[in-house]
């Protein structure tokens, strides 16, 4: 349908073979690989079914419509409308279905009617559907990108989040172009941050790039409509996730949809910009040739991920200096060898997360890394891990790996597998709190002094504190609501059961909430029970 649309003088034959080439380049294509092998990113690929049916429909209304037929308008409606909503139940990128018709009606259709006038239905639909929430969205995420606190917990600030994506998006297009093995990753966190424009000084030349493919597209919009589009859709792909949004900085899945927009472009370029035969069997040679090279790279690429320590060792080897891969690595061994000292998969793992600590600006991951293991297979632990630790939490942002490290050794020690140094633990809560409120740490201290030390006063004033910080966190108002059946605090705890109710959707918690108040009559029915035995 895009391409009958797109390139109508051109024969039917060759038209269904770009189409073709097209599906089988971007279902080929090793970019695409974790939207499927890794879980958590599949709702990607869920998420994009929703946003490829309502273009399908789209276009079969826009057909309808420009031919003069009934039943055009509902399609349109439907496609946007239910693609956007359905995609957006699996994850947010579904939001730029819109964005993408609009770039179909930009480089291809005009906007325009069966009788080749604007359509002021179509402008109009298009004014709700996009350019309000577009308005609204952006509003909305540029107050909270602006907040003091919106990347506390990055390395890297709002501007050189914008400086770095451009680098970024230009390793996209590489990457899409000609992907090779080494170029992909789990974690692309071995990037350098661009501090400004000429540090490094690819950053001001991925922008003078970016703007002249841009502007290449503007160029083509009317000569070769298909490159203008799949260009518009790269960019278009790139809008969440490589603007104010404070996310991490690289993954490959973020090009699901973007890859298709540069296959969309290569089979035009290949398959219906040539005019001679001669030049068309050559330029149909590169387009197979390039298939397969798509194929046999993206089978190389799921073959390493057969196995969790082949996944590992392959990733540490073409990304030495990402501390969190030779982390992963150093994790996936330490797995592996069974918590034995002698074992070569413990000195491998020892290996692995002292590298990932020698790196600069590691974090605490491999410093918490090396304490579990060594606690794990009872060798001795270094007091300069603990220290490491320290020092990080008092100079550098407190994210998500330092909250998942400090958890990770809350756990350990909590569920008595790991006899660490009370005053080393406390030392490093205290460096971490001294940072300012962060819920998840207290919620963590509040865990530590209640199941470790054996202090529910302390448990119970982090606990509340945690709640204050963040009301809408079921998970902390359900530990503080246990506590308090505890120290039988019934009518504080029923507070927060009422309170865990009217969190979410209406019954969202309900269940959690039923078991907190059967803890409660369990409780008061064990209490009960000796002085009515007695009384008898």
Not at 187 to 214: C, E, K, M
Not at 263 to 289: E, M, N, T, W, Y
């Amino acid at each position: 349908a895009l391409l009958a649309l797109a390139v109508p003088a051109v024969d039917a034959r060759r038209r269904e073979w770009s189409a073709r080439f097209a599906a089988a380049a971007w279902a080929l294509h090793p970019i695409n690989l974790m939207a499927v092998l890794f879980v958590v990113q599949r709702m990607e690929s869920l998420c994009h079914a929703f946003v490829f049916a309502g273009l399908w429909l789209y276009l079969l209304g826009r057909q309808r419509q420009l031919a003069g037929e009934a039943g055009g308008g509902w399609r349109i409606v439907a496609g946007i409308v239910g693609g956007t909503f359905l995609g957006a139940l699996c994850k947010e990128s579904a939001v730029l279905l819109p964005l993408y018709a609009a770039c179909i009606e930009l480089c291809l259709l005009g906007f325009r009617d069966a009788r080749g006038a604007r359509d002021r239905r179509l402008l109009a639909f298009f004014g709700l559907v996009l350019a309000l929430p577009a308005l609204l969205g952006s509003a909305w995420l540029l107050s909270r990108a602006l907040a003091p606190h919106a990347f506390a917990r990055r390395d890297f600030t709002l501007g050189e989040r914008l400086l770095t994506e451009g680098r970024v998006v230009l390793d996209y297009l590489r990457w899409n172009l000609f992907p090779t093995l080494r170029q992909f990753g789990l974690y692309h966190d071995d990037i350098a941050i661009s501090r400004g424009w000429w540090h490094p000084p690819s950053t001001a030349f991925a922008f003078v790039a970016l703007a002249s493919l841009a502007g290449i597209a503007a160029v083509l919009r009317r000569q070769r409509p298909l490159v203008a589009l799949g260009i518009a859709w790269f960019f278009a792909a790139q809008l969440l996730t490589a603007t104010v949004v404070p996310l991490e900085l690289v993954f490959e899945h973020r090009n699901y949809f973007a890859s298709l927009g540069i296959c969309l472009a290569v089979a035009d370029l290949l398959l219906l910009l040539p005019q001679s035969g001669a030049v068309r069997r050559i330029c149909a040679l590169l387009a197979v040739l390039w298939l397969l090279f798509l194929g046999f790279t993206t089978v190389l690429r799921a073959l390493e991920w057969k196995d969790p320590v082949h996944f590992a060792i392959s990733e540490a080897t073409r990304h030495p200096a990402s501390p969190r891969t030779l982390y992963q690595l150093g994790q996936t061994l330490a797995v592996v060898s069974d918590g034995k000292a002698d074992s070569p998969s413990t000195r491998g793992a020892f290996a692995a997360l002292e590298q990932a600590h020698r790196l600069p600006d590691s974090g605490i991951l491999p410093a918490q890394g090396l304490i579990l293991l060594a606690t794990r297979v009872h060798a001795p632990v270094d007091p300069a891990w603990w220290d490491e630790i320290d020092q990080r939490l008092a100079t550098a942002p407190i994210g998500p790996q330092e909250l998942g490290a400090i958890n990770a050794l809350t756990s350990c020690a909590t569920s008595k597998l790991c006899d660490f140094p009370p005053d080393r633990m406390m030392a490093m809560f205290a460096t971490a709190m001294g940072r300012g409120d962060n819920a998840e740490v207290l919620n963590a201290f509040g865990n530590y002094t209640l199941n470790a030390l054996g202090n529910p006063g302390m448990g119970e004033f982090a606990w509340r504190k945690s709640v204050a910080l963040s009301p809408n966190n079921a998970q902390y108002r359900i530990n503080l609501a246990k506590l308090l059946i505890a120290l039988g605090k019934d009518a504080q705890a029923r507070e927060q059961i009422a309170a865990l109710r009217r969190l979410g959707v209406p019954g969202q918690h309900e269940q959690a909430a039923r078991e907190l108040e059967a803890r409660i009559a369990k409780r008061n029915a064990n209490a009960a029970g000796p002085a009515a035995g007695h009384g008898d």
